[in-house]
């Protein structure tokens, strides 16, 4: 029996500099605002007052709630940290609205509330109990934040509706939701109250997904679609719509956390798998076709298409999260690192107010106009060359809010006698462990520099497990000078001793630039290569090189790579990667029968999740890799 780890949350830990307090301090005072400001503009706050009739602007959506009890997520992750009464009091009349509306007997879905009343509970595919999961977290961290319960009253009031309707009286025309996330939110409420119930009622949702003929109701696509093809301890393959399956990932890996079941542990160590070495982009984002916002079929990676939702990466690393308390293996956190540091941080504008939702691994503007995603012709958010505002669908400008504001979960978990040190940030951290608190102080210029320091102030007997993420191939520890004696397990490296108070661990990772190839099978992938320095994938902008033909750079790994950290331009600096390319002379024929003669240009490569800030230009991830 592998010992009980305990998660280590965002409130235990302080961002005290670095790249994450300047995204902190960013998120705090622009995109909290921003995306207010947009959702007050398109309406969704309007609806709150729930006086929506026909003929009138702003009709609500079915799922308008979660994009606002989202944000009131997020936002209440800045309040943890700092109180702000004017932030508060747009929380406290936004909560206030909802409370006037929600039913005697719980429920709580404007849409339901005035466009459709009738309907309620009745359509599995819209969305009731995914909004009832947002609400869930956006009340906890608002009662956690502020010690203010409305919110979460309220939704401990619908949650005994919906346990009632669903696991009780089965009077919905469903069993299990449609878009899962509540589940996960459940668990949650449970593990913050205590209430056993919701415990039961998370396991009800995940035990009967795939089991239940009133859920079958539509064709199998559509059950693949909503991972509902099969019971969940049978599925072996991640697949339909990626933002919905990765949260009930998650969400069974909390449920094989609290319960110890193996089974489930299994199912998601194996889906983790296929994930990662069959259905992941190399920047961490999943779900490879706007078709259904899905995944599709082993090495179907397409670049210029890649659907890739910010949403789905931000769920990966939650999934991922959850993982390395069931299992303590440095791939889990490599690969929250993927997710992070580069799909879903490419999400947002570095001015942090704009978004993307999809995440290309290639974009050209010519071509984008042909897009066949953009083909439909319908939606704002599919393909674009810039970020936007908002969109239609807004469920990911919220989302990077939350994991921002939160990101301090993914630094550390703990065990009676261990402290696991996942993802690596500039922070200060008081630990329980056992009877203990252990305080730590971490300083780093991580994800650009490898060199990564941790003090604990704290006398004990205790070990310290530091992750070396598998790209580092090197890694140096000594502590107060001297070279450490420990362990390697599994991606960990464990420090046990006697520490003293002031006694100072220091990481050096090896940031050796990188060439990765794809499995052969990923088609657009051949013959090319993608660099990455540390946890960042970098990419080529058109504006940066001195061809406008991108597609046609050859890289060589047998060149060298300058690292350079500069100005991207006025107000970002970040660490950018030169090195030697060739591109061939430009013809004037469609074809030749000669190879084109090739010249050497230099080629300016950055972080992928800096791309498109600096108008439109086209990207690549994958470049051609030159043999010789
Ligand atoms: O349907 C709710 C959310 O909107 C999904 O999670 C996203 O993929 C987007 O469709
Ligand atoms: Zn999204």
Redesign the pocket.
């Known amino acids: 029996m592998e010992a009980n780890r305990k998660e280590i949350t965002f409130d235990k830990v302080n961002i005290t500099g670095g790249f994450w307090k300047e995204k902190q301090d960013l998120f705090r005072e622009k995109t909290i605002g921003a995306v207010y400001d947009r959702f007050e503009e398109t309406g969704r706050f309007e609806a709150l007052k729930c006086s929506w009739k026909e003929g009138m602007p702003f009709k609500p959506h079915i ?1 308008w709630e979660s994009d606002v009890t989202k944000w009131i997520e997020g936002a209440a992750y800045f309040l943890q940290k700092e109180r702000d009464s004017s932030l508060e009091e747009k929380i406290d009349e936004l909560v206030e609205r909802m409370a006037n509306y929600q039913d005697e007997n719980g429920y709580l879905n404007v849409y339901f509330t005035v466009v459709e009343p009738e309907a309620r509970f009745t359509r599995r595919t819209d ?1 009731e109990l ?1 909004c009832a999961g947002h609400l869930i977290e956006g009340a906890i961290a608002y009662a956690n934040a502020t010690g203010k319960t409305k919110l979460l009253d309220i939704a401990e009031k619908y949650v005994d509706l919906i346990d009632r309707v669903f696991r009780e009286e089965h009077s919905a025309a469903f069993d299990t939701p449609g ?1 899962e996330e509540i589940e996960l939110a459940l668990f949650k409420l449970y593990e913050y109250t205590g209430k056993e119930k919701y415990r039961k009622l998370a396991e009800y949702f995940i035990d009967k997904r795939g089991c239940s003929s009133r859920d079958a109701t539509y064709d199998f696509a559509d059950q693949e679609h909503m991972q509902s093809h099969q019971p969940v301890r049978m599925q072996k393959t991640a697949e339909g ?1 990626s ?2 399956a990765l949260y009930l990932y998650s969400a069974m890996a909390d449920q094989a956390r609290i319960t110890g079941e193996e089974q489930l542990k299994e199912s998601c160590k194996t889906l983790f798998e296929n994930i990662t070495k069959k259905r992941m982009y190399i920047t961490g984002g999943i779900g490879s076709t706007h078709r259904g ?1 899905s995944f599709t079929f082993d090495y179907d990676l397409p670049e210029y298409t890649a659907y890739s ?1 910010t ?1 789905a990466s931000i769920a990966l690393a939650l999934f991922c999260r959850r993982m390395w308390l069931l299992d303590v293996d440095g791939k889990y956190a490599d690969c929250a690192e993927r997710a992070i540091y580069n799909t879903a941080l490419a999400g947002i504008s570095l001015s942090g107010d704009k978004f993307f939702y999809e995440n290309p691994l290639a974009a050209d503007p010519e071509r984008n106009a042909f897009n066949e995603s953009r083909a439909e012709g319908l939606r704002e958010h599919l393909p674009i060359l810039q970020r936007v505002k908002v969109f239609d ?1 807004s ?1 990911c400008p919220p989302n990077i809010l939350r994991l921002t504001g939160s990101i301090g979960d993914f630094m550390y978990s703990a065990s009676e006698d261990t402290i696991y040190a996942h993802c690596y940030m500039e922070a200060d951290a008081k630990i329980p462990l056992g009877e203990k608190e252990i305080t730590l102080s971490q300083k780093t210029g991580y994800p650009y520099e490898g060199d990564i320091r941790l003090a604990t102030d704290t006398e004990g007997d205790y070990t310290i497990a530091m992750r070396i993420p598998s790209w580092s191939g090197q890694a140096d520890i000594v502590i107060n000078g001297a070279p450490a004696e420990y362990e390697l397990r599994k991606g960990y490296a464990y420090l046990k001793r006697h520490w003293k108070t002031g006694d100072e661990i220091r990481l050096s990772l090896s940031m050796q630039v990188k060439l990765w190839q794809a499995n052969p099978k990923v088609i657009t992938s051949c013959g090319k290569a993608a660099v990455t320095r540390g946890p960042l994938v970098y990419c080529v902008e058109g504006i940066d090189q001195q061809t406008d033909c991108i597609c046609d750079i050859r890289i060589s790994r047998r060149s060298a790579f300058e690292v350079q950290r500069e100005k991207l331009d006025e107000e970002n600096t970040l660490v950018t990667l030169k090195t030697k390319g060739f591109v061939r002379e430009k013809s004037q024929e469609l074809y030749v029968d000669e190879p084109l003669e090739q010249t050497e240009i230099q080629v300016k490569l950055i972080p992928y999740f800096a791309w498109a800030n600096r108008g439109v230009s086209s990207m690549k991830v994958w470049l051609l890799e030159k043999e010789s």
């Open positions: 799922f969305h995914y878009h719509h933002v919905r916002e939702e949403c669908c469920c």
